[in-house]
């Protein structure tokens, strides 16, 4: 299928690996412009190359952005259109909170998610708008959670500031419709990134079992029978940014296996 988005220009948050990268490197076979960065510098040399080797005609750059800091993000936005032009599809990702409880989310931890999570969304979303709204036409997708419908155990942090963000997005979906811009919500469940054994040896440590153990009762929760690959959420976040996917917007979509329980 083509997905009517060869030549459009798409920036993806964090995209040195996991997620972001396996989503940056289905737009450049698509056809896009593809923008990554992440603050590892080295790291987003190597996923330029990476992105490069399966690109289908458009043009890969990176650079390095700290999604916590308003000046950085505002750099990067400027750097990309100077370079590749004005954004059409924007994948917002930055990662995730650390694990814990509420006893263990100290002001700090709560002040870094909301900027990393939250404003990291808010922000990107602020510096492409107004081009999508003068070329009438964007796509902006956010990756979330599937904390979106039903709330994780020792995530508290995340599962709070993850929900703003689904806020935000679902009352910007509706201002923006009318300009060509749809906004959708991707919420991951347990995908093979290196967050998801990050979390999953957080859940060990707490049970007091090793993480293979971990990993083994996380993958018997999921109908499908284990976690997902980064690819199938890319598979899932690119539709989002299709021709196709036109009527769509203001949703969440949760790609769990069939993990959530919730309707």
């Not at 990393?116 to 902006?140: D, Y």
């Not at 940014?241 to 309707?263: C, P």
Request: proline share 3%; charged share 20%.
């Amino acid at each position: 299928m083509d997905l009517g988005i060869a030549g459009k220009i798409a920036l993806v948050g964090a995209s040195a690996n996991g997620l972001g990268l396996a989503t940056a490197k289905q737009l450049a076979e698509e056809g896009c412009h593809v923008a990554l960065c992440d603050i590892d510098d080295a790291a987003i040399t190597k996923a330029v190359q990476e992105v490069q080797d399966v690109a289908k005609g458009g043009k890969v750059s990176g650079w390095q952005a700290d999604l916590t800091d308003s000046e950085s993000i505002n750099a990067l936005l400027n750097t990309v259109e100077d370079n590749l032009g004005g954004v059409d599809i924007l994948m917002t990702n930055s990662g995730g909170p650390p694990p814990g409880t509420f006893d263990s989310a100290t002001d700090e931890k709560w002040q870094r998610a909301y900027e990393l999570t939250f404003l990291s969304a808010v922000r990107l979303i602020r510096g492409v708008l107004p081009g999508m709204k003068e070329r009438g036409w964007g796509r902006i997708i956010n990756f979330t959670s599937r904390t979106l419908r039903e709330p994780i155990e020792n995530l508290m942090i995340s599962n709070a500031v993850r929900l703003a963000v689904a806020g935000m997005a679902k009352t910007l979906a509706a201002e923006v419709a009318s300009f060509g811009i749809t906004v959708n919500n991707l919420g991951p469940g347990p995908t093979a990134t290196n967050r998801a054994i990050e979390l999953a040896q957080a859940r060990a440590d707490k049970k007091g079992i090793d993480l293979d153990e971990e990993l083994a009762a996380t993958a018997a929760r999921i109908p499908r029978g284990g976690m997902a690959s980064p690819e199938e959420q890319a598979s899932v976040a690119v539709f989002l940014a299709s021709k196709q996917a036109s009527h769509l917007t203001g949703t969440s979509l949760i790609v769990d296996g069939g993990e959530t329980r919730a309707l």
